[in-house]
């Protein structure tokens, strides 16, 4: 069975014993079946609530500058940015190389470089050295750039609803029966099937668990910044 939206709710059917959907008659199927496909996009807000920063929702966004323009919108689909990963893209027309952004916070810009957005001099613009966060959903840039460099950033989205037969989730294949398990949980729901509602909710919630397990709850390496030095007999000095 291929993993797209009519392949999920046709698991739900399954187990419910209910006739299988096809491609040609999903679009209009109702009763039960509107409530099934509901139930399986519940199903994934719901793992995607769980956690803001799950990696199969990470991208990686490319957008051009324009000159002398200091703000810019965030993408739609935007849940959560990584400011840390603002950088500028090298570029051989351009004479620039890769370099990445210090964060600033709002208020300071606001107290030291907010002139910029209003009075556009040669002292105001250059290519970008620092980010803030507005608090409009977008970003601002310091200094505004004087070319239209390439910047390059990185942050987690918000999955839209499936829609189509074959509209796939974000969501890796390998967790499909989790995702199955929270679907089948709104349709013992819609049946007012109440026990087995509550006995299926706690077998998706462990699922979620251990995705969490597998993507989120890791012990990074950690890199030392200590200098040994050879001191005169052989051995090391350690200096901090």
Same mark, same amino acid.
């Given at each position: 069975?291929?993993?797209?939206?009519?392949?999920?709710?046709?698991?739900?059917?399954?187990?419910?014993?209910?006739?299988?959907?096809?491609?040609?008659?999903?679009?209009?199927?109702?009763?039960?079946?509107?409530?099934?496909?509901?139930?399986?996009?519940?199903?994934?807000?719901?793992?995607?609530?769980?956690?803001?920063?799950?990696?199969?929702?990470?991208?990686?966004?490319?957008?051009?500058?324009?000159? #002398?323009?200091? /703000? +810019?919108? @965030?993408?739609?689909?935007?849940?959560?940015?990584?400011?840390?990963?603002?950088?500028? %893209? &090298?570029?051989?027309?351009?004479?620039?190389?890769?370099?990445?952004?210090?964060?600033?916070?709002?208020?300071?810009?606001?107290?030291?470089?907010?002139?910029?957005?209003?009075?556009?001099?040669?002292?105001?613009? #250059?290519?970008? /050295? +620092?980010? @803030?966060?507005?608090?409009?959903?977008?970003?601002?840039?310091?200094?505004?750039?004087? %070319? &239209?460099?390439?910047?390059?950033?990185?942050?987690?989205?918000?999955?839209?609803?499936?829609?189509?037969?074959?509209?796939?989730?974000?969501?890796?294949?390998?967790?499909?029966?989790?995702?199955?398990?929270?679907?089948?949980?709104?349709? +013992?729901? @819609?049946?007012?099937?109440?026990?087995?509602?509550?006995?299926?909710?706690?077998?998706? %919630?462990?699922?979620?668990?251990?995705?969490?397990?597998?993507?989120?709850?890791?012990?990074?390496?950690?890199?030392?910044?200590?200098?040994?030095?050879?001191?005169?007999?052989?051995?090391?000095?350690?200096?901090?």
């Amino acid at each position: 069975m291929a993993y797209d939206f009519i392949g999920l709710i046709n698991d739900v059917n399954r187990r419910l014993n209910e006739v299988e959907l096809s491609e040609s008659n999903f679009a209009s199927a109702t009763g039960f079946y509107s409530s099934a496909k509901e139930a399986v996009n519940s199903a994934i807000r719901q793992i995607n609530y769980e956690q803001f920063e799950w990696p199969f929702n990470h991208v990686t966004e490319e957008e051009t500058l324009v000159e #002398g323009t200091t /703000r +810019y919108s @965030f993408p739609m689909d935007l849940k959560t940015a990584d400011m840390d990963t603002f950088r500028i %893209k &090298a570029s051989v027309a351009l004479n620039s190389e890769t370099s990445r952004l210090s964060i600033l916070s709002y208020e300071e810009y606001l107290d030291k470089y907010i002139d910029q957005e209003y009075n556009y001099t040669s002292a105001n613009v #250059g290519m970008p /050295r +620092y980010v @803030f966060r507005t608090p409009d959903m977008s970003y601002g840039l310091v200094p505004a750039p004087d %070319k &239209a460099y390439s910047i390059v950033y990185e942050y987690y989205r918000l999955p839209i609803d499936l829609i189509d037969a074959t509209d796939v989730p974000t969501i890796p294949e390998q967790f499909r029966s989790v995702i199955t398990d929270g679907a089948m949980y709104y349709a +013992y729901l @819609f049946r007012g099937n109440t026990q087995d509602a509550t006995l299926t909710l706690d077998k998706f %919630k462990k699922g979620v668990e251990q995705m969490r397990t597998i993507y989120i709850n890791r012990t990074d390496y950690v890199r030392t910044t200590m200098i040994e030095r050879r001191g005169n007999y052989g051995n090391y000095l350690r200096v901090s």
